[in-house]
């Protein structure tokens, strides 16, 4: 079955350095999302990808962070300047669609970002 | 303003109960897509189901099912004969159909311990 790969599963990485977080969606899905858990609270929006653009982002993904879809395949966030605050849990997901059907999001395993 | 209210933070049962967990939303869109997904301990996040606003039929899978109800606009999950793999975080979560992007909007989260 399909499913969506993120690379690391952890990352551990000293504060104000650059890191990123790689996703592999599910190979005929056409947005991309990326989602944020800070340990445990709730699962948070953070960006949606389609057709080669940011489609909207939420307050928390400031000019740190950025999104891109460099080939056919691959879809990253890289967080320019990491603080204590980033470590948290980053979700990687794929839809087919978004109206009517196929519209659910799938998910990756997650990425546990550790800021020390 | 789209909402999703998780009220129970924590449930506990005995294998072989039946439990149901509630999900309350609002939202102001006519058309919108609610969704359960599961965390097991593991971290990742398992789509069990979606829904659309203009299908209110309820639905069985198992030993789950779903009870979609707008008039409370409520959209409950109830596990049948639990078992202890059943433990998880539990999370209902809201797409309205306005968004052009896809975007879920997730509550906080229901932790089911299912005990032997």
């Known amino acids: 079955e399909p499913e969506v790969t993120q690379t690391p599963s952890h990352q551990v990485t000293q504060m104000g350095q650059e890191v990123i977080l790689r996703c592999v969606p599910i190979?005929?899905?056409?947005?991309f999302y990326w989602y944020r858990q800070i340990l445990g609270q709730k699962v948070e929006f953070l960006v949606s990808f389609y057709n080669n653009e940011i489609s909207e982002k939420s307050e928390i993904f400031d000019d740190q962070f950025s999104v891109e879809r460099p080939d056919g395949s691959n879809f990253t966030l890289k967080i320019r300047s990491t603080k204590l605050e980033d470590s948290a849990m980053y979700f990687c997901?794929?839809?087919?669609?978004?109206?009517?059907?196929?519209?659910?999001?799938?998910f990756g395993q997650g990425t546990r970002l550790t800021v020390v | 303003a789209q909402k999703v209210t998780q009220a129970q933070t924590e449930i506990s049962v005995v294998e072989k109960e039946d439990v149901t967990l509630d999900c309350v939303y609002e939202?102001?869109?006519?058309?919108?897509?609610l969704f359960w997904y599961k965390q097991p301990p593991s971290g990742e996040l398992v789509f069990l189901i979606r829904?659309?606003?203009?299908?209110?039929q309820n639905e069985i899978s198992g030993r789950y099912s779903w009870n979609f109800q707008k008039s409370t606009s409520s959209f409950n999950f109830t596990i049948t004969a639990s078992q202890v793999v059943d433990s998880a975080v539990y999370f209902c979560a809201l797409r309205e159909g306005s968004g052009n992007t896809g975007k879920l909007i997730f509550g906080q989260g229901t932790t089911l311990q299912v005990k032997p």
């Open positions: 829904r659309n606003s203009f299908d209110e």
């Open positions: 997901a794929s839809s087919e669609g978004i109206f009517e059907v196929n519209t659910e999001a799938f």
């Open positions: 939202t102001r869109d006519t058309t919108y897509y």
């Open positions: 190979s005929n899905h056409l947005y």
